[in-house]
């Protein structure tokens, strides 16, 4: 049981390139999250999925797409990296299925620069 | 809409001494509460949760957190720190009406001195 797993961990981009951040969980959780973590921000909710075939926005979707390919896996997209986008990101996943366990569970994040 | 507050972004207490991480919230609705704790380079995981059953909470490592909706706070405490304890800690709110959207704090960096 990996739990969370996300790749790459660290990555270099340059202003103008694309790339897209994979995470799988086997923990067959509904909802899935992709998360920003900036110095003195906290994390910032970039998009979620509740449910295999849905996404929403979260507090923070500019720049970003995501798809919801299976119930294991949510990938997000930076379409066109800017500097703003240097940030930890991490992909998390909860169960509602027992109606109150609304816990997170975290992957170890990716490093991403862009220069 | 929910928000999270954590007074202090940087605490520094002795190892043996009680540590004090302090968060207050506002939701318009009954709250879910979690304080999570991430090392250097890791991911979070929970420490603790409120999901309205006991106010007084008792997490991994010795931590726990109480629940007071008076004061609409929820902070965490340990009695006595270990070197282990240093990390960042988040503290979190969702609700019932919308639980799939949790809202972190900033986070409060802690560090122990031996």
């Known amino acids: 049981n990996a739990g969370v797993t996300q790749t790459p961990k660290f990555q270099v981009l340059k202003t103008g390139q694309s790339m897209t951040l994979q995470c799988a969980q086997d923990?067959?959780?509904?909802?899935m999250y992709w998360y920003r973590q900036d110095p003195g921000m906290g994390l910032r909710l970039i998009y979620y999925?509740?449910?295999?075939?849905?996404?929403d926005k979260g507090e923070v979707p500019n720049g970003y797409n995501v798809s919801r390919l299976n119930k294991r896996e949510f990938s997000l997209r930076l379409e066109s990296a800017a500097p703003s986008q240097t940030s930890v990101y991490f992909c998390?996943?909860?169960?509602?299925?027992?109606?109150?366990?609304?816990?997170?569970?975290f992957g170890p994040g990716t490093r991403l620069t862009v220069t | 809409a929910q928000s999270v507050t954590q007074l202090g972004s940087h605490v520094s207490v002795s190892e043996g001494a009680l540590v004090l991480l302090r968060c207050n919230y506002s939701?318009?609705?009954?709250?879910?509460l979690f304080w999570y704790v991430q090392y250097p380079n890791q991911g979070l995981q929970l420490l603790l949760k409120?999901?309205?059953?006991?106010?007084l909470v008792k997490g991994i490592n010795g931590f726990e957190a109480e629940f007071k909706k008076s004061e609409t706070s929820f902070h965490l405490t340990k009695p006595s720190a270990h070197m282990s304890d240093a990390a960042e800690y988040f503290c979190?709110?969702?609700?019932?009406?919308?639980?799939?959207?949790?809202?972190f704090g900033p986070g409060t960096s802690l560090s122990v001195i031996p």
């Open positions: 998390a996943s909860s169960s509602s299925e027992t109606g109150i366990n609304y816990e997170q569970y």
């Open positions: 923990m067959n959780h509904n909802s």
């Open positions: 999925s509740a449910s295999e075939g849905t996404t």
């Open positions: 939701s318009s609705v009954p709250p879910y």
């Open positions: 409120y999901t309205s059953a006991a106010t």
């Open positions: 979190a709110v969702s609700d019932k009406t919308s639980y799939d959207k949790v809202i």
